[in-house]
């Protein structure tokens, strides 16, 4: 018997090779000459860097760089083992959870850290880049970003602009001259869960802007900047991509990965499953298990478990979710290719007595489900 495990992360409590492995020892219990293959997965989001080094046998590079305050700040990225990848959260730079609820402020806030990340894989000779966005305290339109990689943003007097979505208003020119020449060798996926364009009501000010800590009046003033970089864009590259499906990511830096690198975005899921093979790795499954810390209707917007199971369902292999907890409408995932699933919860606990004891639990409920399993074989 082949079985796939093929989990994300629970967030806050156990790596997604962590829930791996304790979904094996559980299944071990009842099926111990079963032929197991872990691949730990995420979406583009929190522990994306962690699994796609674990999944590459690579490593974590750890360096400070300017946080979305504009302060030297512990940040990291993951490459290949062979060097040829470079894993990116954009949040490990300008992350929102960093950023205390009293000093939001996207009028402010920047994204320069994610160019300096960026830079730091180009001097180890990286040219193939996984971006995962998400999590942002920015709304500089990916500004801070462009300027730590050379790019000139110019006001009237043809001095740089400042750091913040609120500087873009004041931007006359864009000068490439100065432009790191090794980008010209690289290629960028975007691994991007939104499909909101730059600027509107659907926009990233207006929809993304007050969780980062922008008033009303605050979100006028920054997708009207937002606006006024993209027409300055039009000029001086002659593009548009204002409309580019989540050209409004992480307060628009979807718009100047596309813009300036040019980008591709997709879905994050999709992206993480390509570059693992993990269609070529489940072929003559038997079963695929996977999981993530909640499951819920949000689960079905392009999260783990459902990417999981729209692969294995191409092959006509049966899905079994293991999550955290369950929500109260999880039946919508019976729909995407989830053909039964299991909270790990055994007893009535608190949020921090769950995550403590969330591998030990993982362990009992994978036994069971395999116990069951077992029953139906007899």
């Known amino acids: 018997m082949k079985i796939v495990i093929a989990p ?29 293959i872990k691949i730990p997965v995420a979406d583009g989001g929190e522990g994306t ?21 504009g302060k030297k700040q512990p940040a990291f990225w993951g490459i290949s083992a062979d060097h040829s990848f470079a894993f990116i959260e954009i949040a490990a730079a300008c992350g929102l959870e960093k950023v205390p609820i009293e000093q939001r402020n996207p009028l402010i806030t920047t994204t320069f850290g994610v160019g300096e990340l960026i830079l730091s894989a180009l001097d180890f000779g990286v040219r193939h880049f996984m971006i995962g966005l998400g999590g942002s305290a920015t709304n500089d339109g990916g500004a801070g970003m462009l300027q730590a990689l050379g790019v000139q943003l110019l006001d009237k007097q043809e001095k740089p602009i400042g750091y913040g979505g609120a500087e873009l208003a004041r931007l006359d020119k864009i000068d490439l001259s100065k432009l790191d020449s090794r980008l010209k060798q690289c290629r960028f996926e975007v691994a991007c869960d939104v499909t909101n364009p730059l600027t509107g009501e659907q926009g990233a000010s ?11 009046d605050m979100v006028k003033q920054l997708d009207n900047a937002l606006s006024h970089f993209a027409k300055i864009i039009q000029r001086d590259l002659n593009m548009d991509t204002r409309y580019v499906a989540g050209a409004g990511a992480a307060g628009g830096l979807g718009m ?10 997709k879905n994050g899921i999709g992206i993480i499953t390509d570059l693992l093979k993990l269609e ?55 729909d995407y290719g989830l053909d039964a699933v299991f909270s790990v919860l055994n007893t009535v606990c608190t949020l921090p007595e769950a995550l403590q004891h969330a591998e030990n639990n993982l362990e009992i409920t994978a036994r069971n489900v395999a116990a069951t399993l077992k029953i139906n074989l007899s």
């Open 8 to 36: 994300d992360s629970y967030k806050e409590s156990v790596s997604a090779m962590q829930v791996a492995n304790s979904i094996e020892k559980g299944f071990k219990q009842v099926f111990s000459n079963a032929n197991y």
């Open 49 to 69: 860097v962690e699994t796609m080094v674990e999944a590459t046998q690579g490593k974590v590079i750890k360096l400070d760089v300017t946080d979305a305050l």
């Open 280 to 334: 070529d790795k489940m072929k003559d499954a038997d079963l695929v298990i996977t999981g993530e810390g909640r499951l819920d209707h949000q689960s079905i917007k392009g999260k783990v478990p459902i990417g999981v199971a729209a692969i294995a369902k191409k092959l006509n292999i049966p899905v079994i979710a293991i999550a955290g907890s369950l929500g109260k409408d999880i039946q919508v995932v019976y």
């Open 256 to 265: 100047a990965f596309a813009s300036f690198l040019q980008a591709e975005l």
């Open 206 to 216: 207006a929809i993304f802007g007050p969780q980062k800590g922008a008033t009303p």
